[in-house]
């Protein structure tokens, strides 16, 4: 029998099904226990995945759209377990030795009245091209949400007494799943394509798929013989094009306040501003040109950040050699790096730069606002080459909490160990579909397991020296940057890097593009000719505009940088360019 199995199945048995009370690591005796079953109606083959109980104090929305990896005061409470095998009628057990968030035990919850669901994130077994077979959620069309995904199994939410001290059993069972997300549609404008990738195929064992949402220029079927420059809008799963309306705004659109910008009626904003873009799209004398949003979701995250990785496959080359040349010839592409350009925001800035850096013959300038840490000297706020660990700044007598979430004030509302031991109670094995654990999986190794190895202990934070250098070599672009210019890298991204961000980015972006800075600026064979500008006292994701706030600058992106690669292409453009027949 496999051991890996083997050993999975013994940590089953130890989960389902009755369970004694049994003493915590703090000596306490957890009375109080939560058991869930599944009836044969959902399912009559054995499950595997997530199982996660769910605790909330409001019933404002269900539990589970209530939980906040980087707002611990403000979130519901989590517990996770590994189910594998499970069996219709057969009971998983939380009881209090089961790590929990923001509450680490069920013993930490106050006694009171709560509402409370359990949910199950379903998994499935993938036999990879390098021998390993791993258990991952397949995106199924919502962009690796958990609490949304289709097929996860989950109960209807109802208040519960709760008393840890309490020697009781809670029995909760899974009602229904949760439905098919239906597909967008086309329009005169957007676009939806899917392609079958080769290289993603060989490596995850399985038929993998890429998709792109296309924008079409105005005109584009008026102009059969114009080609066209290319886009890559670079971000999160789209459903569809972000930010793009053609209808005019709902005007009986009930208002919803955004926490993030602290503001009552931003989705009537965000209508707006999407028919807004609209509107300047279909304008005279805008730029013509193909913009596209990739979909790349996969059984780790929500996309792939773009590069080729250990654990996620070729989707660097997949997305650079099989998508991007399907969607110029379907669309009349010009299709040469000089008419290429890319930019996002956050991961799409890391995305965008990441490319223009690993592939700098096939793009021509990217936009990179608030990306995510492009130097790991400053991953969030640990050094993971020389800080000893990434939870806690350690002196001789005392330590303190490195933060991972701020408000433009410095307020803090999750530190780094709150954040990823919300991502273990999630998920193990970098299965949670969180932002640490996306690092993970698409940076590290293959461990022996063949899941990502950790780059720190999640439980302890201490860092792994061997996987750290892993990641410098391949994916810290500060150092790769450093490392390659004067080879030749310098020549061909000149004129091409542009990066932005708020110095008061909520997840310290800022930090590593200071980093990042320091070299461009010292850069003199050849000088790197770009921008890196910076929003005072702004959050993430600040953009580079300085007229507005970030609530408006931040669905402004196509016009933002339209113009701009529009003339850094008419300047770069090899003798002979096609810069007329898409200028109408």
Same mark, same amino acid.
């Given at each position: 029998?496999?051991?890996?199995?083997?050993?999975?199945?013994?940590?089953?048995?130890?989960?389902?099904?009755?369970?004694?009370?049994?003493? =915590?690591?703090?000596?306490?005796?957890?009375?109080?226990?939560?058991?869930?079953?599944?009836?044969?109606?959902?399912?009559?083959?054995?499950?595997?995945?997530?199982?996660?109980?769910?605790?909330?104090?409001?019933?404002?929305?269900?539990?589970?759209?209530?939980?906040r990896e980087t707002n611990a005061p403000e979130s519901g409470q989590v517990f996770g377990l590994d189910v594998e095998g499970w069996k219709p009628g057969e009971e998983a057990v939380f009881d209090g030795g089961v790590l929990g968030y923001p509450a680490e035990a069920l013993r930490d919850v106050k006694p009171g009245?709560?509402?409370?669901?359990?949910?199950?994130?379903?998994?499935?077994?993938?036999?990879?091209?390098?021998?390993?077979?791993?258990?991952?959620?397949?995106?199924?069309?919502?962009?690796?949400?958990?609490?949304?995904?289709?097929?996860?199994?989950?109960?209807?939410?109802?208040?519960?007494?709760?008393?840890?001290?309490?020697?009781?059993?809670?029995?909760?069972?899974?009602?229904?799943? @949760?439905?098919?997300?239906?597909?967008?549609?086309?329009?005169?404008?957007?676009?939806?394509?899917?392609?079958?990738?080769?290289?993603?195929?060989?490596?995850?064992?399985?038929?993998?798929?890429?998709?792109?949402?296309?924008?079409?220029?105005?005109?584009?079927?008026?102009?059969?013989?114009?080609?066209?420059?290319?886009?890559?809008?670079?971000?999160?799963?789209?459903?569809?094009?972000?930010?793009?309306?053609?209808?005019?705004?709902?005007?009986?659109?009930?208002?919803?306040?955004?926490?993030?910008?602290?503001?009552?009626?931003?989705?009537?904003?965000?209508?707006?501003?999407?028919?807004?873009?609209?509107?300047?799209?279909?304008?005279?004398?805008?730029?013509?040109? @193909?913009?596209?949003?990739?979909?790349?979701?996969?059984?780790?995250?929500?996309?792939?950040?773009?590069?080729?990785?250990?654990?996620?496959?070729?989707?660097?080359?997949? @997305?650079?050699?099989?998508?991007?040349?399907?969607?110029?010839?379907?669309?009349?592409?010009?299709?040469?790096?000089?008419?290429?350009? =890319?930019?996002?925001?956050?991961?799409?800035?890391?995305?965008?730069?990441?490319?223009?850096?690993?592939?700098?013959?096939?793009?021509?300038?990217?936009?990179?606002?608030?990306?995510?840490?492009?130097?790991?000297?400053?991953?969030? =706020?640990?050094?993971?080459?020389?800080?000893?660990?990434?939870?806690?700044?350690?002196?001789?007598?005392?330590?303190?909490?490195?933060?991972?979430?701020?408000?433009?004030?410095?307020?803090?509302?999750?530190?780094?160990?709150?954040?990823?031991?919300?991502?273990?109670?999630?998920? =193990?094995?970098?299965?949670?579909?969180?932002?640490?654990?996306?690092?993970?999986?698409?940076?590290?190794?293959?461990?022996?397991?063949?899941?990502?190895?950790?780059?720190?202990?999640?439980?302890?934070?201490?860092?792994?020296?061997?996987?750290?250098?892993?990641?410098?070599?391949?994916?810290?672009?500060?150092?790769?940057?450093?490392?390659?210019?004067?080879?030749?890298?310098?020549?061909?991204?000149?004129?091409?890097?542009?990066?932005?961000?708020?110095?008061?980015?909520?997840?310290?972006?800022?930090?590593?593009?200071?980093?990042?800075?320091?070299?461009?600026?010292?850069?003199?064979?050849?000088?790197?000719?770009?921008?890196?500008?910076?929003?005072?006292?702004?959050?993430?994701?600040?953009?580079?505009?300085?007229?507005?706030?970030?609530?408006?600058?931040?669905?402004?992106?196509?016009?933002?940088?339209?113009?701009?690669?529009?003339?850094?292409?008419?300047?770069?453009?090899?003798?002979?360019?096609?810069?007329?027949?898409?200028?109408?």
């Amino acid at each position: 029998m496999n051991p890996r199995r083997l050993a999975a199945s013994c940590a089953v048995l130890a989960l389902v099904g009755a369970a004694a009370p049994r003493t =915590t690591a703090a000596g306490e005796t957890a009375r109080l226990r939560f058991a869930v079953r599944f009836p044969e109606s959902l399912s009559r083959e054995p499950l595997q995945g997530r199982l996660l109980l769910l605790i909330a104090a409001s019933p404002a929305t269900e539990p589970r759209f209530q939980v906040r990896e980087t707002n611990a005061p403000e979130s519901g409470q989590v517990f996770g377990l590994d189910v594998e095998g499970w069996k219709p009628g057969e009971e998983a057990v939380f009881d209090g030795g089961v790590l929990g968030y923001p509450a680490e035990a069920l013993r930490d919850v106050k006694p009171g009245r709560y509402h409370v669901q359990a949910l199950l994130h379903r998994y499935e077994n993938f036999r990879r091209a390098d021998g390993h077979v791993v258990n991952l959620p397949m995106d199924r069309g919502e962009g690796q949400q958990w609490s949304r995904a289709p097929g996860n199994l989950l109960s209807t939410p109802r208040e519960v007494a709760i008393d840890p001290s309490r020697d009781e059993v809670v029995r909760i069972d899974l009602e229904s799943a @949760i439905p098919p997300i239906p597909p967008p549609r086309d329009t005169q404008y957007v676009k939806h394509v899917r392609i079958r990738s080769e290289r993603l195929t060989r490596f995850w064992g399985r038929p993998m798929h890429l998709g792109a949402v296309v924008l079409l220029p105005h005109g584009f079927d008026e102009h059969p013989d114009a080609r066209y420059p290319l886009v890559v809008f670079h971000g999160h799963f789209p459903y569809t094009f972000d930010g793009f309306r053609e209808e005019p705004p709902d005007p009986a659109l009930p208002c919803e306040y955004s926490e993030r910008f602290r503001l009552d009626c931003y989705n009537r904003t965000q209508q707006e501003l999407a028919h807004q873009l609209y509107r300047d799209w279909t304008a005279p004398g805008f730029p013509r040109f @193909i913009a596209i949003q990739v979909q790349h979701a996969n059984p780790y995250y929500d996309d792939s950040y773009a590069v080729n990785s250990e654990n996620l496959g070729p989707y660097g080359d997949a @997305i650079q050699y099989e998508l991007v040349p399907f969607v110029e010839k379907a669309f009349r592409g010009l299709g040469q790096g000089w008419a290429r350009f =890319t930019y996002g925001g956050s991961t799409g800035g890391w995305e965008a730069l990441a490319v223009q850096v690993l592939y700098p013959d096939e793009w021509n300038g990217c936009w990179a606002a608030c990306p995510d840490p492009i130097d790991f000297r400053a991953y969030v =706020t640990t050094n993971l080459y020389e800080d000893e660990n990434a939870y806690w700044a350690e002196g001789p007598f005392g330590r303190v909490a490195r933060p991972a979430h701020r408000n433009w004030l410095g307020h803090v509302s999750a530190t780094l160990e709150q954040s990823n031991r919300a991502e273990l109670v999630l998920g =193990t094995r970098s299965r949670s579909g969180g932002q640490f654990d996306i690092w993970e999986a698409v940076y590290s190794p293959v461990g022996k397991d063949g899941y990502p190895r950790r780059i720190f202990d999640k439980r302890t934070g201490v860092v792994d020296r061997e996987v750290a250098a892993h990641w410098r070599d391949r994916y810290d672009l500060g150092h790769i940057l450093r490392r390659d210019w004067s080879k030749g890298l310098g020549t061909k991204l000149q004129g091409k890097i542009h990066i932005y961000c708020g110095d008061m980015d909520n997840y310290y972006l800022n930090n590593a593009v200071y980093l990042v800075e320091e070299f461009l600026e010292k850069t003199t064979d050849p000088p790197y000719a770009g921008e890196v500008d910076y929003g005072d006292r702004a959050e993430h994701c600040w953009n580079g505009d300085h007229s507005r706030p970030n609530a408006i600058s931040r669905l402004r992106y196509v016009q933002m940088f339209a113009p701009r690669m529009i003339e850094r292409m008419e300047k770069s453009a090899p003798p002979g360019a096609d810069l007329t027949s898409w200028r109408y």
